[in-house]
């Protein structure tokens, strides 16, 4: 009898440490998807610059394949050149993302080694902002480059399922 109820609390013990971890990752998670771990929030945007400052990257470093998500990039004045500046995007990140907008509409697209050049017209008097609407369509994290005028950028971005 005092055996069975040794072995009753062992029991008891280790059903209440399973129980506190679970409760431990349940709120693990929570946490985290409302950081913007998960997705959206807080901390799932970032912004990269390049070393000059002449271009910034703004985009979500967490997103979710096959779900639109934006990026911005603005180019400072400096990068025109005869009223035109080009945009190239190099690296595993851009095989792994349908491009589906572009915001302003490049004069020129096409594609270079690993990757794809943008051109856009534009006036050289003020910062020139643009906007990319993408679906990523490959799951985890893909490296890529933006380049403007010799400037390059570096970002990370990882899909989740």
């Given at each position: 009898?005092?055996?069975?109820?040794?072995?009753?609390q062992?029991?008891q013990?280790?059903?209440?440490?399973?129980q506190?971890?679970g409760?431990?990752?349940?709120?693990a998670?929570?946490?985290a998807?409302?950081?913007?771990?998960l997705?959206?929030?807080?901390?799932a945007?970032?912004?990269s610059?390049?070393?000059?400052?002449?271009v910034?990257?703004?985009?979500?470093?967490?997103?979710?394949?096959?779900?639109?998500?934006?990026?911005h990039?603005?180019i400072?004045?400096?990068?025109?050149?005869?009223?035109?500046?080009?945009?190239?995007f190099?690296?595993p990140w851009?095989?792994?993302?349908?491009l589906?907008?572009?915001s302003?509409?490049?004069?020129?697209q096409?594609?270079?080694?690993?990757?794809t050049?943008?051109?856009?017209?534009?006036e050289?008097?003020s910062?020139i902002?643009?906007?990319?609407?993408l679906?990523?369509q490959?799951?985890f994290?893909?490296?890529?480059?933006v380049?403007?005028?010799?400037?390059?950028?570096?970002?990370n971005?990882?899909a989740?399922?």
């Open positions: 009898m005092e055996l069975q109820s040794e072995e009753r062992a029991f013990r280790r059903e209440w440490t399973v506190r971890f409760i431990l990752v349940l709120v998670f929570i946490v998807g409302f950081l913007g771990l997705g959206a929030g807080p901390l945007t970032t912004t610059s390049s070393s000059q400052g002449m910034t990257v703004e985009h979500d470093w967490i997103v979710r394949a096959n779900a639109e998500t934006t990026m990039v603005r400072a004045p400096e990068a025109v050149e005869n009223d035109t500046v080009t945009l190239e190099t690296g851009v095989s792994g993302v349908d589906e907008s572009i302003p509409d490049p004069v020129e096409h594609a270079i080694p690993d990757g050049a943008l051109t856009f017209m534009v050289p008097s910062d902002d643009v906007s990319l609407t679906i990523p490959e799951l994290q893909r490296e890529a480059q380049t403007v005028a010799e400037e390059t950028v570096l970002f971005q990882f989740l399922p």
